[in-house]
């Protein structure tokens, strides 16, 4: 069972105007996905592919031009003043920087007591308790409540924002570069413990990350973004052994590996195309080594080829 549905989202924002006309750069063109409940989809991608923003769109961080974003059936784009106050329960993020993310002037336990004052759950009574809870379940200790985010190191201060996140008891969390700004060991403390919450919690997750090892030990399903569209969806398994996009080829050639060395190398030469004024055809024409003259007229579609595997590419494959 799906429990979020991203249908045909969009997201443009204007750049500046010309001549007495509006010019638009579309971070997120046309991204449909589907997570079911209980697991981990992972968006990747560059830096500026747009995975970020599709997923604060999907949480109304960002305001989307288009499409639609159900959770568990509900429409979130729909959603008006109270009906969306009560909805930022049941989606949270953890976002990527611990440093710049908590109120510096709180200590940690009104942190991540912060959104049930903020959107009433749980009851009043019950949140000391609760924040007490949540401190044991991501490894703090109770008397750490009474410090401040200075007083923590990087782990601990991301382990606070996954607290937080959790306050609410939220249906679907977002993971956004949530172990990037950390040191690789602290870093498989932080997935350890996510993957944990996971299995006791049930939770769902939407990753994002550019870390292909972090997305291969973390993820169900894997999206790859490219120029704000999805060029291939796949399980992981299939999606880390038979990449068919050329993009996802050369995003995993890129990843040291003593396998991955033996193969063929997928070389990548030209330049990324102006965001503001986009190509006719393929978005990758301009990068890939495997170009025809039919990929830079249309751009293709996302088409499934067996077994839920998708690719955007007139000539998938090896």
Request: hydrophobic content about 40%; charged content about 20%; aromatic content about 6%.
């Amino acid at each position: 069972m799906s429990l979020l549905e991203i249908r045909n989202l969009s997201v443009r924002f204007r750049v500046k105007r010309t001549w007495g006309r509006s010019t638009y750069l579309y971070a997120v063109d046309d991204v449909s996905l589907s997570l079911p409940q209980g697991q981990t989809l992972a968006l990747v991608g560059e830096s500026g592919s747009g995975k970020t923003t599709a997923a604060l769109a999907a949480a109304r961080l960002v305001p989307a031009s288009g499409g639609s974003v159900e959770l568990a059936g509900t429409d979130l784009l729909k959603l008006e003043g109270e009906a969306l106050r009560q909805a930022r329960a049941r989606v949270q993020v953890i976002f990527q920087d611990p440093y710049s993310s908590l109120n510096p002037r709180l200590r940690a336990g009104a942190i991540v007591r912060e959104p049930m004052d903020a959107l009433g759950t749980p009851a009043k009574p019950d949140r000391d308790a609760r924040v007490e809870e949540l401190f044991a379940q991501v490894g703090l200790r109770p008397e750490q409540r009474a410090l401040f985010p200075h007083q923590f190191s990087g782990g601990q201060r991301q382990r606070i924002g996954i607290a937080r996140a959790l306050a609410t008891s939220p249906e679907l969390i977002i993971c956004d570069e949530a172990v990037s700004a950390l040191d690789v060991a602290v870093q498989a403390q932080i997935l350890n413990l996510l993957r944990r919450l996971q299995t006791n919690l049930g939770l769902t997750y939407l990753f994002i990350s550019h870390d292909l090892g972090v997305v291969q030990h973390m993820s169900d399903r894997v999206a790859v973004m490219y120029m704000g569209r999805i060029v291939e969806e796949a399980d992981r398994v299939a999606l880390f052994t038979a990449p068919q996009h050329p993009y996802t080829q050369a995003l995993l050639a890129a990843v040291p590996s003593v396998e991955r060395a033996k193969r063929k190398s997928v070389k990548v030469t030209g330049e990324t195309p102006d965001p503001l004024n986009p190509p006719r055809g393929c978005m990758f024409a301009s990068r890939c080594p495997k170009v025809q003259d039919s990929c830079k007229t249309t751009h293709p579609s996302l088409e499934e080829l067996s077994g839920g595997h998708k690719v955007a590419c007139y000539f998938p494959g090896e």
